[in-house]
């Protein structure tokens, strides 16, 4: 099973922002993800995570929520896409649309 996991969390709190930003805030839960070992990858608009099992995914949201504990008030959104007999997707999906527009392969 393939389950792949976008979303964005970020403290919405005053106590937990610079001013209007929220990155530092952010790039604890992205070194929780990179810590894991996990396939990632950082969009400019949240963080797409691949594992095996959904209970995987929900742990990392979990984790990611106690990076911000100290806040008050916290976002959240998730999608999720889940599928059997697949795996490597987060480098897949897109390499089967490049390979449609006559791109080169992403590594």
Do not use: W
């Not at 984790?63 to 059997?84: G, H, M, N, P, T």
């Amino acid at each position: 099973m393939s389950v792949l996991l976008e979303f964005a969390m970020f403290p919405t709190s005053d106590e937990c922002r610079e001013g209007s930003g929220v990155s530092k805030q952010v790039s604890k839960i992205i070194d929780m993800i990179d810590s894991s070992g996990m396939a990632y990858q950082l969009t400019p608009m949240g963080t797409i995570i691949e594992v095996d099992e959904i209970k995987e995914a929900l742990d990392i949201v979990e984790k990611a929520y106690e990076c911000l504990s100290d806040c008050d008030r916290v976002y959240s959104s998730l999608k999720f896409d889940i599928r059997k007999s697949k795996s490597n997707r987060l480098k897949q999906k897109i390499a089967s649309v490049e390979k449609h527009l006559g791109k080169e392969v992403s590594k």
